[in-house]
């Protein structure tokens, strides 16, 4: 390390050059449990706010969010991935770009009100493709 400073105990955690120190000296690096850990979701099933279903839960949260911890809690695999489908639909036919932020809310939107509010999904209608502005 640096002159005039100790070299960290063996095993002790580093970050890049960087080491962690603590009142009593070196620490590990600990990790934030996950949404999991935090509401004992330790089961291999979830109960499906939307089919009703006990399904398996996704991998991971969509969103780094309170609505992708929500929708990772009450949505099941299946479902996210008929919303996957359909949001891009959405994106497609309503010419949406999801950087832009009234088409993230939008697409938020969509997403409380199909998955955790029950309601049916936004019908899209063809026979406007191509003249729908944005």
Same mark, same amino acid.
């Given at each position: 390390?640096? !002159?005039?400073? *100790?070299? *960290?105990?063996?095993?002790? !955690? %580093?970050?890049?050059? @960087? %080491?962690? $120190?603590?009142? =009593?000296?070196?620490?590990? /690096?600990?990790?934030?449990?996950?949404?999991?850990?935090? +509401?004992?979701?330790?089961?291999? %099933?979830?109960?499906?706010? @939307?089919? &009703? =279903?006990?399904?398996?839960?996704?991998?991971?949260?969509?969103? @780094?969010? @309170? #609505?992708?911890?929500?929708?990772?809690?009450?949505?099941?695999? /299946?479902? $996210?991935?008929? $919303? #996957?489908?359909?949001?891009?639909?959405?994106?497609?036919? +309503? &010419? #949406?770009?999801?950087?832009?932020?009234?088409?993230?809310?939008?697409? +938020?939107?969509?997403?409380?009100?199909?998955? #955790?509010?029950? &309601?049916? !999904?936004?019908?899209?209608? %063809?026979?406007?493709?191509?003249?729908?502005? $944005?």
């Amino acid at each position: 390390m640096g !002159a005039g400073r *100790p070299s *960290p105990p063996v095993g002790s !955690a %580093t970050r890049g050059n @960087r %080491t962690r $120190w603590s009142a =009593a000296g070196y620490e590990p /690096d600990q990790r934030a449990p996950s949404f999991r850990e935090r +509401y004992d979701m330790s089961d291999d %099933t979830i109960h499906c706010r @939307r089919c &009703g =279903a006990d399904a398996s839960p996704m991998a991971r949260a969509p969103f @780094r969010n @309170r #609505l992708g911890e929500r929708i990772l809690a009450e949505i099941c695999a /299946d479902c $996210w991935k008929e $919303w #996957l489908q359909h949001q891009t639909l959405l994106i497609n036919h +309503y &010419g #949406l770009d999801p950087r832009d932020p009234r088409a993230r809310e939008f697409l +938020y939107q969509q997403v409380e009100e199909v998955l #955790l509010g029950g &309601g049916d !999904a936004r019908q899209v209608d %063809t026979s406007q493709q191509g003249s729908i502005e $944005w």
